[in-house]
């Protein structure tokens, strides 16, 4: 089973929109951390959040913010006033406490910013 | 303070040859992972290793498929008896300790592997 699903494959906004990425997990530990990276054209992989399962504050920097909900196990992603340079590939990702040190990536939402 | 090299960026083989790819972990860290990323896919973890030690292979495809991290030198990724199925993106990253996956590891720029 998908431990972390981006439901959205594409997604294309004219520049200054605001866009929301979305992020659905699944888990049964108790402890478990969320991230999101991006990807852009060149390939690298960016870190751009942590989260863990105790700290449901969503959380704001600069154009980016985070929407963590347990009760619907989601953690989305929105840009606000959407730049070209944000076009990307943004994979969320899931590590729980108790099956150690690897990540499940979720298959990634290509993001386009179209000027 | 470089952080995860990945060499090569690009590699091509041929149908049936060896591909090495090569890990340098950021200083001071002694614990690497390695992911890949097929075509229009997420990554998948395959390996994680210590300093001389296998910790998780898990992901590791059964054949063809090796991983080293040894005391001196970087960590390999080796995989023998190339297929095009083969073909991907190979990402490594390293942390410090153990925790690696809660706290978020550096990822390098990965490797594409073409196969022809």
């Known amino acids: 089973a998908q431990k972390v699903t981006q439901a959205q494959t594409e997604i294309s906004v004219v520049e200054k929109e605001d866009v929301t990425l979305d992020c659905v997990y699944e888990?049964?530990?108790?402890?478990?951390?969320l991230f999101w990276y991006k990807q852009p054209p060149s390939g690298e992989l960016v870190f751009l959040i942590r989260r863990n399962s105790f700290d449901e504050q969503n959380e704001i920097s600069g154009r980016y913010s985070w929407n963590f909900q347990k009760s619907t196990s989601s953690f989305n992603f929105t840009i606000t006033a959407s730049q070209v340079v944000d076009s990307a590939v943004y994979f969320c990702a899931l590590s729980e406490a108790s099956t150690g040190n690897q990540f499940y990536f979720g298959t990634g939402t290509s993001l386009t910013v179209i000027p | 303070n470089a952080g995860v090299m990945q060499n090569p960026r690009h590699l091509v083989r041929r149908r049936g040859q060896e591909a090495r790819l090569r890990c340098s972990p950021m200083k001071g860290h002694s614990h690497v992972y390695w992911y890949r990323q097929l075509p229009e896919e997420g990554l998948k973890f395959m390996v994680y290793l210590q300093k001389e030690n296998i910790i998780d292979e898990s992901g590791m495809p059964k054949e063809r498929f090796s991983a080293e991290f040894p005391k001196e030198g970087p960590s390999i990724l080796r995989i023998q008896q190339v297929v095009r199925g083969d073909s991907a993106a190979y990402f490594c990253?390293?942390?410090?300790?153990?925790?690696?996956?809660?706290?978020?590891?550096?990822f390098g720029s990965g490797t594409r592997l073409t196969v022809v």
């Open positions: 990253a390293s942390s410090p300790g153990r925790q690696g996956a809660r706290d978020g590891y550096t």
């Open positions: 888990t049964r530990d108790t402890t478990y951390y």
